[in-house]
């Protein structure tokens, strides 16, 4: 039997549109909510501008090429103000809504960035309300479109951090699997590998709850039966729409039952490799999960968590965390998802990245505490 629930709190984006045709309500948040828009778009915003088309406030426009770090996303919110946009609206993948959100933060509390930042900043809490943002996900893969964090990354000390308030929920998130139709095969692979970790990982977590479990397993079924179609045939809209529907899953979960180990693992290396964090985390992924397994053997209600994962991506009720093991590598090898030597990680590196994910607040969600030697196992494994 399971240790009771006892009480937990859940909280996330004030409204979620999903589903084929959500798009359709972007033009009426926008009106709600502001009066001129900061259109905050990854590399190649040509391919939105039906959707800038059918806004009707007039917009301005501002770029995210790569991973937002801590200068972009200030000039951002200094462009906003002097703009006077009153509401932020971010439509690309997870790199871009972390960064909408941050700038829609600071657009209102006027402080330094690194006042507000977890590990490297004072992390402070927000003083004042952030201003109103949609979150529009053109990926399925990190959920930011209902998470409470943005992730930053900061050139000066090699790391991706933090900024986190209840408050940076987004107003509005719109989740529609029409929008990730011409996303290529390997950002295909890499988002769904992200997506999929957590599902995994809040559902195993320490502060996991009833909610979150029922949502993590909902999720786990949907990207089990479609990641590997979703690479295949991008076309394939059933299956993008399970994708899509997953990575929501799993943005709601994060973000009330957090993480572990390989999100620990993958936010330090982010900073540190040139590794895209969808692949650091499908790499890493397997080689967790039996970690995990293996130190929760004598703990039976985790015990049965991690079995239950395993009958859920086999879909077969008598699957074994064996199994599940087994489906994880056998999912990488078909997405062709390279080992951590390819990022130019050596086995010199472990005790930095070791110690860095340690600190990292992901390590906090892990179902139990992992020494040293086994983190550094779980490297050497996936090299």
């Given at each position: 039997?399971?240790?009771?629930?006892?009480?937990?709190?859940?909280?996330?984006?004030?409204?979620?549109?999903?589903?084929?045709?959500a798009?359709d309500k972007?033009?009426?948040?926008?009106?709600?909510?502001?009066?001129?828009?900061?259109?905050?778009?990854?590399?190649?915003?040509?391919?939105?501008?039906?959707?800038?088309?059918?806004?009707?406030?007039?917009?301005?426009?501002?770029?995210?090429?790569?991973?937002?770090?801590?200068?972009?996303?200030?000039?951002?919110?200094?462009f906003?103000?002097?703009?006077?946009?009153?509401?932020v609206?971010?439509?690309?993948?997870g790199?871009?809504?972390?960064?909408?959100k941050?700038?829609?933060?600071?657009?209102?509390?006027?402080e330094?960035?690194?006042?507000?930042?977890?590990?490297?900043g004072?992390?402070?809490?927000?003083?004042?309300t952030?201003?109103?943002?949609?979150?529009?996900?053109?990926?399925?893969?990190?959920?930011?479109?209902?998470?409470?964090?943005?992730?930053?990354?900061?050139?000066?000390?090699?790391?991706k951090?933090?900024?986190r308030?209840?408050?940076?929920?987004?107003?509005?998130?719109i989740?529609?699997?029409?929008?990730?139709?011409?996303?290529?095969?390997?950002?295909?692979?890499?988002?769904?590998?992200d997506?999929?970790?957590?599902?995994i990982?809040?559902?195993v977590?320490?502060?996991?709850?009833?909610?979150?479990d029922?949502?993590?397993?909902?999720?786990m079924?949907r990207?089990?039966?479609s990641?590997?179609?979703?690479?295949?045939?991008?076309?394939?809209?059933?299956a993008?729409?399970?994708?899509?529907?997953?990575?929501?899953?799993?943005?709601?979960?994060?973000?009330?039952?957090?993480?572990?180990?390989?999100?620990?693992?993958?936010?330090?290396?982010?900073g540190?490799?040139?590794?895209?964090?969808?692949?650091?985390?499908?790499?890493?992924l397997?080689?967790v999960f039996?970690?995990?397994?293996?130190?929760?053997?004598?703990?039976?209600?985790?015990?049965?968590k991690?079995s239950?994962?395993s009958?859920?991506?086999?879909?077969?009720?008598?699957?074994?965390?064996?199994?599940?093991?087994?489906?994880?590598?056998?999912?990488?090898?078909?997405?062709?998802?390279?080992?951590?030597?390819?990022?130019?990680?050596?086995?010199?590196?472990?005790d930095?990245?070791?110690?860095?994910?340690?600190r990292?607040?992901?390590m906090?969600?892990?179902?139990?505490?992992?020494?040293?030697?086994?983190?550094?196992?779980?490297?050497?494994?996936?090299?």
């Open positions: 039997m399971s240790p009771s629930a006892g009480t937990f709190s859940f909280a996330t984006a004030t409204r979620i549109h999903a589903g084929r045709g798009i972007l033009p009426k948040e926008a009106n709600r909510l502001g009066t001129r828009a900061l259109l905050v778009t990854g590399k190649t915003p040509e391919r939105l501008e039906s959707l800038f088309a059918q806004l009707p406030i007039p917009f301005e426009k501002f770029s995210i090429i790569g991973e937002p770090d801590v200068n972009r996303v200030a000039k951002g919110a200094t906003a103000v002097a703009k006077g946009c009153d509401v609206i971010a439509l690309g993948g790199s871009v809504i972390d960064a909408g941050a700038i829609s933060a600071l657009i209102t509390n006027r330094n960035v690194m006042t507000y930042l977890e590990v490297i004072e992390g402070k809490p927000l003083v004042a952030p201003a109103p943002f949609i979150a529009v996900a053109t990926t399925a893969g990190t959920g930011a479109e209902v998470t409470r964090n943005a992730v930053l990354f900061s050139p000066t000390h090699r790391v951090v933090s900024m308030s209840e408050m940076m929920l987004p107003d509005v998130a989740v529609d699997p029409e929008l990730t139709l011409s996303v290529p095969a390997d950002i295909t692979a890499a988002t769904g590998l997506a999929l970790t957590q599902v990982e809040p559902f977590s320490r502060k996991a709850n009833p909610l979150t029922a949502i993590c397993e909902a999720g079924t990207i089990a039966r990641l590997k179609r979703s690479f295949d045939n991008g076309a394939d809209l059933d993008r729409e399970d994708m899509a529907i997953g990575s929501l899953f799993g943005g709601l979960a994060l973000a009330n039952a957090g993480l572990g180990a390989v999100h620990g693992f993958a936010g330090p290396m982010g540190m490799f040139p590794i895209p964090h969808g692949v650091v985390c499908g790499r890493l397997p080689f039996r970690a995990n397994a293996h130190a929760v053997a004598n703990i039976p209600h985790l015990q049965e991690f239950h994962v009958r859920c991506l086999t879909g077969n009720p008598k699957s074994t965390v064996c199994d599940g093991i087994r489906w994880l590598d056998d999912l990488c090898a078909h997405l062709k998802v390279e080992g951590l030597a390819h990022f130019g990680v050596q086995s010199g590196d472990f930095a990245i070791v110690t860095a994910a340690q990292a607040s992901s906090k969600g892990n179902p139990v505490s992992l020494p040293d030697d086994v983190l550094k196992t779980i490297l050497e494994q996936a090299m």
